[in-house]
């Protein structure tokens, strides 16, 4: 699986209408026969407050703040990526925790994956300061009529309580302790393609946190050898070294998946100077 999306450009005059801006909005990740994914994913795309949220919280990041991409495309890559993670992971023995706790299946640990990756950020629309405790507000809200398709009760505040987890778990300090909230916590890390970064960067505002962003080619999830996920990121630059290190490698040590995902960094440039070739978490 290689990463590549084409981001909306929200900087650009005039803004249009929010309900013009969301019309043709939708998140698409290959649920591979899991109904109760298609009837929860199909549940969102039909939601216009979620989407609203995405929209919002792509405002406030790119057009306000000068941050990276935060719109609808980081929420999708995040989820396909969350979902490739834990398929790999059960794959090679990872047991989700709703399997282990709750005698639920796998299919149901993709549901609280999904969950958890389309809703982690959508505080963002109110500030970035705490914006995953905003983002508990909203969903804890909002979750359970999604849900309702798809899961009755007891399964239904299951499923939406370990989502919840997922979502305090993706920040900096959030110390996930279930397998599918590490998986959510890793996939919003590995979103990290100079796509994500490229209004910020060439609009000017150039710090360590976009020019490393900038110097990521390509990120390439695919299954490991000697561990269960093998992620290779391209970088054109050593300046991305922070990208993977600070803000991928902090993610990565504090999910619980440290022993099953190898990640190699290589830079791929004829004339830079190279301190580093291969870096490895």
């Not at 996920?229 to 050593?238: A, H």
């Not at 990565?252 to 960094?265: D, F, K, M, P, T």
Request: proline content about 4%; glycine content about 8%; aromatic content about 6%.
């Amino acid at each position: 699986m290689s990463i590549d999306e084409p981001r909306p450009d929200l900087a650009e005059p005039p803004p249009v209408s929010p309900s013009k801006a969301i019309a043709d909005v939708r998140v698409r990740a290959p649920t591979r026969g899991n109904r109760r994914l298609e009837r929860f994913l199909d549940a969102v795309n039909a939601d216009p407050q979620v989407k609203a949220w995405w929209l919002v919280s792509a405002v406030n990041a790119a057009r306000r703040l000068g941050m990276s991409d935060h719109s609808w495309v980081h929420i999708q890559i995040v989820l396909n990526i969350g979902l490739r993670l834990g398929r790999l992971l059960f794959r090679r023995g990872v047991v989700p925790s709703v399997v282990t706790d709750y005698g639920m299946t796998e299919r149901d640990a993709e549901v609280v994956i999904a969950a958890g990756c389309l809703f982690h950020c959508i505080g963002m629309s109110i500030h970035r300061q705490d914006h995953e405790r905003f983002s508990l507000f909203l969903t804890a809200d909002k979750l359970g009529g999604l849900l309702a398709g798809s899961y009755d009760e007891p399964e239904r505040t299951v499923i939406a309580s370990d989502a919840l987890h997922a979502i305090i778990g993706h920040r900096r300090d959030g110390a996930p302790f279930t397998i599918e909230a590490g998986i959510v916590r890793v996939a919003d890390a590995l979103d990290m393609t100079r796509g994500r970064s490229r209004e910020e960067f060439e609009s000017g505002r150039q710090n360590i946190h976009s020019l490393s962003a900038y110097a990521i080619e390509e990120v390439k999830i695919s299954p490991g050898r000697d561990r269960a996920v093998r992620v290779e990121i391209t970088m054109s630059n050593s300046a991305g070294i922070y990208q993977v290190d600070e803000l991928l490698g902090m993610k990565l040590r504090g999910s619980g998946l440290e022993e099953h995902i190898e990640v190699i960094a290589r830079i791929d440039a004829e004339t830079e100077q190279r301190l580093i070739t291969v870096f490895r978490i």
